[in-house]
T-cell receptor, first 116, second 115 residues
Framework: DQQVKQNSPSLSVQEGRISILNCDYT??????FLWYKKYPAEGPTFLIS?????DKNEDGRFTVFLNKSAKHLSLHIVPSQPGDSAVYFC???????????????FGKGTKLSVKP | NAGVMQNPRHLVRRRGQEARLRCSPM?????VYWYRQLPEEGLKFMVY????????ESGMPKERFSAEFPKEGPSILRIQQVVRGDSAAYFC?????????????FGPGTRLTVL
């Protein structure tokens, strides 16, 4: 039973255009969401996060949008660069409810390819 | 400021042997998490530890797996009598956050291969 779903295994985008990566979740107790980027043979690197009290968070070229009623979040990368090519993982936690103590629930990832 | 360190980076074991994976958190971080990634899958939570305490081990298999984070030294994930299905990438993460809300910083992982 997957609580965090990334339904697109891969995405290909032209350099300079917008990349939109999507993530859906089922557990309404999730109150904190994160995006990680991962290169082969390396650990995930934190990109950006959002608390459930917000609907948008922006950091440079990266913006995360949260739609709680739809249980959906998305990561926008503008403009996309070839160095952004990696696997992107969406993750969620229910730490505010004290149950999980902060462990993250990950989606399966979306492989982004940015073509020059 | 060194990041999360894991060693070894690659570990090969035969079925029935023991595997020991080590993780040194970032300086100042007292929370350590272990995750496992199977091929084509996301990372799956295994265990959350603080110094000398296991806080949450709900993701750990009931047998053969154990974890510790002693007062001195790295956190250790121990797998006894390994089987082929244990082959995976094992990632350690650390954080300074006491509430659990906030990013976790990941190490490069240990890739375990069971022959």
């Amino acid at each position: 039973d997957q609580q965090v779903k990334q339904n697109s295994p891969s995405l290909s985008v032209q350099e300079g255009r917008i990349s939109i990566l999507n993530c859906d979740y089922t557990n309404s107790m999730f109150d904190y969401f994160l995006w990680y980027k991962k290169y082969p043979a390396e650990g995930p690197t934190f990109l950006i996060s959002i608390s459930s009290i917000k609907d948008k968070n922006e950091d440079g070229r990266f913006t995360v949008f949260l739609n709680k009623s739809a249980k959906h979040l998305s990561l926008h990368i503008v403009p996309s660069q070839p160095g952004d090519s990696a696997v992107y993982f969406c993750a969620a936690s229910a730490a505010g409810y004290g149950g999980s103590q902060g462990n993250l629930i990950f989606g399966k990832g979306t492989k982004l390819s940015v073509k020059p | 400021n060194a990041g999360v360190m894991q060693n070894p980076r690659h570990l090969v074991r035969r079925r029935g042997q023991e595997a020991r994976l080590r993780c040194s958190p970032m300086k100042g971080h007292s929370h350590v998490y272990w995750y496992r990634q199977l091929p084509e899958e996301g990372l799956k939570f295994m265990v959350y530890l603080q110094k000398e305490n296991i806080i949450d081990e709900s993701g750990m298999p009931k047998e053969r797996f154990s974890a510790e984070f002693p007062k001195e030294g790295p956190s250790i994930l121990r797998i006894q009598q390994v089987v082929r299905g244990d082959s995976a990438a094992y990632f350690c993460a650390s954080s300074p956050w006491t509430s659990g809300i906030g990013e976790q910083f990941f190490g490069p992982g240990t890739r375990l291969t069971v022959l």
